[in-house]
Antibody, heavy 127, light 107 residues
Framework: EVQLVESGGGLIQPGGSLRLSCAASGLTVSSNYMSWVRQAPGKGLEWVSAVHSGGSTYYADSVKGRFTISGDNSKNTLFLQMDSLRAEDTAVYYC?????????????????????WGQGTLVTVSS | DIVLTQSPATLSLSPGERATLSCRASQSISSYLAWYQQKPGQAPRLLIYGASNRATGIPARFSGSGSGTDFTLTISSLEPEDFAVYYCQQRSHWPPWTFGQGTKVEI
């Protein structure tokens, strides 16, 4: 059974840094496509970042240059390093597994579906 | 970036009724669309991917259709557990993979 468990959230002042962790069981983080998605209180979902099994990383414009996605093979854990935090980064952060359900020989990345989600960790940026 | 617009914002229905949710993309996304269900305090749950493919374990009353810019999620006969918020997400080959703003299905 696949389980994703996030941790590391909390209250942080604007301009501060926080590192979120997503401990995985039932799958190997380094050989999967993984994402972070966030949800501000009472708002909708926002895709934040992704890492592909080949190592390519992607970021939403709203976090580019401030957030870094990475993985630790030995701990089978996905991370999201968040620097220069702003009030608008306040949200529940979910990690998720993206499963490639279609690929072809075009060289384009495969099509993905997000089939497993963690329970989320709340990040509050406030003074 | 591709913008997804969901309508209506809220759908008020009774158990047993049919629900039809719409998602419109700002440009063609072929069939690269997913639908999720989210209940309060829970993570989203994948319902549909590739516009019309049901995810594992999803009941047959959920169906997705559409291609290009116009997509529909249909719940043929609402069960009490189906009252929730539904999001569409475009899943083209490259990110950013934007979400719609959500449709709340309420009793």
């Amino acid at each position: 059974e696949v389980q994703l468990v996030e941790s590391g959230g909390g209250l942080i002042q604007p301009g501060g840094s926080l590192r979120l962790s997503c401990a995985a069981s039932g799958l190997t983080v380094s050989s999967n496509y993984m994402s972070w998605v966030r949800q501000a209180p009472g708002k909708g979902l926002e895709w934040v970042s992704a890492v592909h099994s080949g190592g390519s990383t992607y970021y939403a414009d709203s976090v580019k240059g401030r957030f870094t996605i990475s993985g630790d093979n030995s701990k089978n854990t996905l991370f999201l390093q968040m620097d220069s935090l702003r009030a608008e980064d306040t949200a529940v952060y979910y990690c998720a597994r993206d499963f490639p359900y279609y690929s072809d020989s075009s060289g384009r990345p495969p099509l993905l579906r997000t089939d497993y989600w963690g329970q989320g960790t709340l990040v509050t940026v406030s003074s | 970036d591709i913008v997804l617009t969901q309508s209506p914002a809220t759908l008020s229905l009774s158990p047993g009724e049919r629900a039809t949710l719409s998602c419109r993309a700002s440009q063609s996304i072929s069939s690269y669309l997913a639908w999720y269900q989210q209940k309060p305090g829970q993570a989203p749950r994948l319902l549909i991917y590739g516009a019309s493919n049901r995810a594992t374990g999803i009941p047959a009353r959920f169906s997705g259709s559409g291609s290009g810019t116009d997509f529909t999620l249909t719940i043929s006969s609402l069960e009490p557990e189906d009252f929730a918020v539904y999001y569409c997400q475009q899943r083209s080959h490259w990110p950013p993979w934007t979400f719609g703003q959500g449709t709340k299905v309420e009793i």
